[in-house]
């Protein structure tokens, strides 16, 4: 449906700044019309065009952009709770995947889920994310490894953006892991992702951009480069999980190819760093993997920031090794367990979350020209929003210039 075109002038907003540190955010008006913010200024200034318009008085609440939930595999079968217990129990994380559980597990779910089970399990997980304040969203896809099932995935994540106002970016990861049919020939089914799932599906207008997983239990650094190299051919931007488990190098490759981001991070070393900066690439933060993996190799925070690369903060939202659908808690955790500052996280989930979607121009902070996409908090300091673990706090979600939550 067409949100109605006509103006909404909404007052007095304390939108809190990129970078903020303390003190009082000034009051500001801003005026929609359509998807799009067409004014923003200082409180009381709005043109005369827009004195006529409908109007909502926020009455001085804090209001950031709307959140960007810049990595996701929200589209999956079923639930891996068994394997966390397991996990638990003292069995780790690489030896169930290499016996067949972990990815394998999820894809065999997916495969024999209906899309409109896929469909409807995916929009509970993006529900609850959009009651926090998310308004745009990545979702890959990964689980299903055979062109049918990556197919469905995707189509479900096109389809969670016809049901609800969001924006939504759809990466394929075919090469997120081996395929039992393909297992000892990992070369062939690169050859399979890049001449035959991803022609097709980007043919089928499912793709906006492709990652691989770049690690010992997924895909070496020359099968990673094919797969970049097929991307970039179709014109699609490209992305990493890199550096998650070990220090293989996927980083400064993705950085050869301009990627958009590089995401976990957690063993990236100087050199990465560097190369990152360079290419302008974005470090994906995701402190849920880092958490419920029991992880205890920090991503080199000191060296992004010294470097100058910008950090963004998202859920990871998948059954293996981040089941969270709050990005609130992930806010939390990237301060508590990764020591970024609340600024940091803020960005994190705005504008920088915004370049790793590769969406600047249209999401992230709030502009002219920009989609009307912010949130309205029952806040009174900017560092709540990384402070509380679950108590609801978003007061009003608008995305696409409509009130939605
Ligand atoms: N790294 C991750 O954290 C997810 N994928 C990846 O490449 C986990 C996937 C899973 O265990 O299901
Ligand atoms: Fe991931």
């Not at 293989?248 to 050199?271: F, I």
């Amino acid at each position: 449906m067409l949100a109605s075109p006509a103006p909404i002038l909404w007052q007095n907003l304390r939108i809190i700044p990129s970078g903020w540190q303390a003190g009082p955010v000034p009051l500001s008006d801003l005026v929609s019309e359509g998807r799009r913010i067409v004014w923003l200024g200082e409180a009381g200034q709005a043109p005369d065009q827009y004195q006529a318009a409908s109007r909502h008085d926020l009455e001085g609440a804090l209001v950031t952009p709307g959140l960007i939930d810049c990595h996701t595999h929200l589209v999956h079968g079923g639930q891996r709770a068994d394997e966390f217990a397991l996990r638990l129990a003292g069995a780790n994380y690489e030896d169930i995947a290499r016996q067949g559980g972990g990815i394998l597990s999820s894809v065999r779910a997916t495969r024999a889920a209906s899309e409109d089970v896929l469909f409807e399990q995916a929009l509970r997980r993006l529900d609850a994310l959009r009651a926090e304040g998310v308004t745009a969203i990545e979702i890959k896809s990964g689980y299903g490894l055979d062109l049918a099932t990556e197919r469905k995935m995707l189509q479900v994540a096109r389809r969670l953006a016809q049901a609800r106002p969001v924006t939504v970016r759809t990466t394929f990861l075919g090469a997120h892991a081996l395929p039992p049919e393909y297992a000892g020939r990992a070369d062939d089914y690169i050859t399979q992702v890049c001449d035959v799932m991803l022609p097709a599906l980007q043919e089928e207008g499912l793709i906006d951009a492709v990652d691989v997983f770049c690690e010992g239990i997924g895909f070496s650094l020359t099968q990673s480069e094919r797969v970049l190299q097929a991307a970039t051919r179709h014109g699609l931007p490209v992305k990493m999980h890199a550096e998650q488990l070990s220090l293989l190098g996927g980083t400064a490759l993705a950085a050869r190819y301009g990627a958009l981001s590089a995401d976990h991070l957690e063993w990236l070393d100087e050199d990465g760093v560097l190369a990152m900066r360079q290419a302008g690439m974005v470090a994906v933060l995701l402190p849920g993997a880092y958490y419920f993996l029991r992880d205890t190799h920090l991503p080199p925070i000191d060296l992004l920031r010294r470097h100058g690369v910008s950090m963004a903060v998202a859920t990871d939202c998948n059954p293996g090794t981040s089941p969270a659908t709050s990005l609130l808690l992930m806010m939390n955790m990237a301060c508590t367990l990764f020591k970024l500052t609340v600024a940091e996280v803020l960005d994190g989930v705005t504008r920088h979350a915004a370049d790793a979607l590769g969406a600047p121009e249209v999401t992230g902070r709030l502009a002219v020209g920009h989609l009307a996409d912010f949130v309205v908090w029952d806040i009174d300091s900017p560092a709540e929003l990384a402070y509380w673990m679950g108590l609801p706090r978003c007061r009003l979600v608008v995305c696409h210039g409509q009130v939605v939550a």
